[in-house]
């Protein structure tokens, strides 16, 4: 069975910094989709980031970008420039099947 | 486009009450599902549907039934309330097509607490 681990409960960052949020996950899978939604106050699950594991290339979102490891198994969200806007919980999820696997979150708080 | 809307948003039951979840999407989907959403915790898959007629169980499926009658509507039926059932809910939709994992689209939630 896939799993996906978020090993940051929380995070913090200053307006304008960087941060990345880490991400592993367990497959047998060769082909499968790795994805990072926001999810901020409002609770609306709101789609970051996708990337493709057949894809050597990072994919990129203007200030969002992830570090694909697959070897490692790892799916890290970088997010550039951070705004006051960005304040959120992150979820990694996992998608091979008919359904995602989502991580438990990373709550990110950006201040100024 | 309204997306994939859900009712009620807040929704407080009884223990042993019933209830139906409403959830449709207007983006002519094929792919529906039900996740539930614990405090700190990320989503749990209840139930999904690939297609009008054919419903599948998820990993947390207990206490719950789906129909999936047309391909816009996918309610959720909680059966004997019960307080292990306080979560946030929500509906998402996707096209799946052969090969290919498309994005998939939530509604805004409903908060569920039962007491």
């Known amino acids: 069975a896939q799993t996906v681990t978020q090993s940051q409960p929380e995070m913090s960052v200053q307006e304008a910094e960087t941060v990345t949020l880490s991400c592993t996950y367990d497959?047998?899978?060769?082909?499968?989709?790795l994805f990072w939604y926001k999810q901020p106050p409002s609770r609306q699950m709101i789609l970051v980031i996708r990337?493709?594991?057949?894809?050597?290339q990072n994919a990129t979102e203007n200030r969002f970008s992830v570090n694909f490891q697959k070897a490692a198994k790892s799916f890290s969200l970088k997010i550039s420039d951070s705004q006051l806007g960005d304040t959120a919980m992150y979820f990694c999820a996992f998608g091979a099947g008919t359904a995602l696997i989502f991580g438990k979150g990373t709550t990110l708080s950006v201040s100024s | 486009n309204a997306g994939v809307t859900q009712t009620p948003k807040f929704r407080i039951l009884k223990i042993g009450q019933s209830m139906t979840l409403q959830c449709t999407q207007d983006?002519?989907?094929?792919?529906m599902y039900w996740y539930r959403q614990d405090p700190g915790m990320g989503l749990k898959l209840i139930y999904y549907s690939v297609g009008a007629g054919i419903t599948d169980k998820g990993e947390v499926p207990n206490g719950y039934n789906v129909s999936r009658s047309t391909t816009e509507d996918f309610p959720l039926r909680l059966e004997l309330a019960a307080p292990s059932q306080t979560s946030v809910y929500f509906c998402?939709?996707?096209?799946?097509?052969?090969?290919?994992?498309?994005?998939?689209?939530f509604g805004p939630g409903t908060r569920l607490t039962v007491l």
């Open positions: 983006m002519n989907h094929n792919y």
């Open positions: 497959t047998s899978e060769s082909n499968y989709y």
């Open positions: 998402a939709s996707s096209y799946w097509d052969r090969g290919t994992y498309n994005e998939q689209f």
């Open positions: 990337q493709e594991a057949y894809k050597q």
